[in-house]
């Protein structure tokens, strides 16, 4: 792996013979009453062969979106609203292929224009169209991990910092077209430069500057095989530096439990927690355009 930078119920009712043509006259009204599921205006569904690991998706200005190198499981994640940290444990199912093909995909919102919500109801229309994707919301009751601070004196690792950043001015600069604010403080070493209001990732390191503690509770779900939830009642942002081994072949670096405990002052406690799933039930590769 390289690096990575990185958003149904029911109810029972008891019912008497008597109210059973009334209840068929209004669930057929209320199903009369749905609003059928919007789809793009065009949208072209290509093979990605280039070999390149680099991704991107979401969508942009007048109502297109654009995926570039995505596999259908991270179709699938943005499509259902899956945080993509935990797409390999709230995905699952799915065909043999989910993970190694690659598609690229160009396709236009009716009008020009989407919201997000729209622009993920419109991929999970494009998948069933196009890659017969058939899928179910499911919750599950499922093992987890609770993401707690670990000294009872409330005192935090060494590589775990409050930071100076301030993510939810950037995000309003670049709403309105700005320059970032300059964070306080010295300028960044270019040679150890990380990702600000993020994590990069790799198989054996976290690093980023500005991090919630609910975004490392999610990057820790991978490393660690369980979903991670925040309960460590941390506001505000850090700098984050993690680093552990992830076999026994480097003896100089702790596991990841150890590592956490030790240069975080953080730890994970086993839990069970309802988890929503998506489970995808069948999939086939999309036809040439």
Not at 197 to 218: E, H, I, K, W, Y
Request: glycine letters at 8%.
């Amino acid at each position: 792996m390289g690096d990575t930078c990185y958003g149904c119920s029911m109810c029972a009712m008891k019912i008497t013979l008597p109210f059973t043509a009334l209840l068929f006259v209004t669930l057929t009204a209320h199903a009369q009453e749905s609003p059928v599921p919007r789809a793009f205006d065009v949208a072209s569904v290509k093979p990605n062969l280039s070999g390149d690991f680099r991704r991107a998706i979401g969508p942009g200005p007048g109502g297109r979106f654009q995926a570039l190198n995505n596999t259908l499981r991270e179709l699938v994640t943005y499509a259902y609203g899956v945080d993509m940290a935990r797409a390999g444990l709230q995905i699952t199912g799915g065909p043999s292929w989910m993970d190694s093909a690659r598609f690229d995909i160009d396709a236009v919102a009716p009008g020009g224009a989407a919201t997000p919500a729209e622009a993920r109801e419109m991929v999970r229309v494009l998948l069933a169209d196009r890659f017969k994707l058939q899928a179910r919301r499911e919750t599950r009751e499922v093992a987890t991990y609770d993401l707690v601070v670990d000294r009872r004196d409330g005192r935090l690792g060494a590589r775990l910092r409050a930071s100076t950043i301030d993510c939810e001015a950037r995000r309003a600069a670049a709403r309105r077209g700005g320059p970032p604010p300059v964070p306080a403080g010295p300028p960044p070493n270019p040679e150890t430069i990380r990702p600000v209001c993020g994590l990069r990732q790799t198989p054996v390191r976290f690093a980023g500057d500005a991090v919630s503690m609910t975004q490392l509770a999610s990057a820790l779900g991978p490393p660690s095989g369980r979903i991670v939830f925040d309960r460590t009642g941390l506001s505000g942002y850090f700098d984050v530096d993690l680093e552990w081994a992830q076999s026994q072949d480097d003896p100089s670096a702790p596991p990841i439990f150890t590592a956490m405990r030790e240069q975080l002052g953080l730890r994970l406690e086993g839990s069970r927690a309802p988890v929503e799933m998506v489970v995808v039930v069948s999939a086939e590769p999309p036809a040439p355009n």
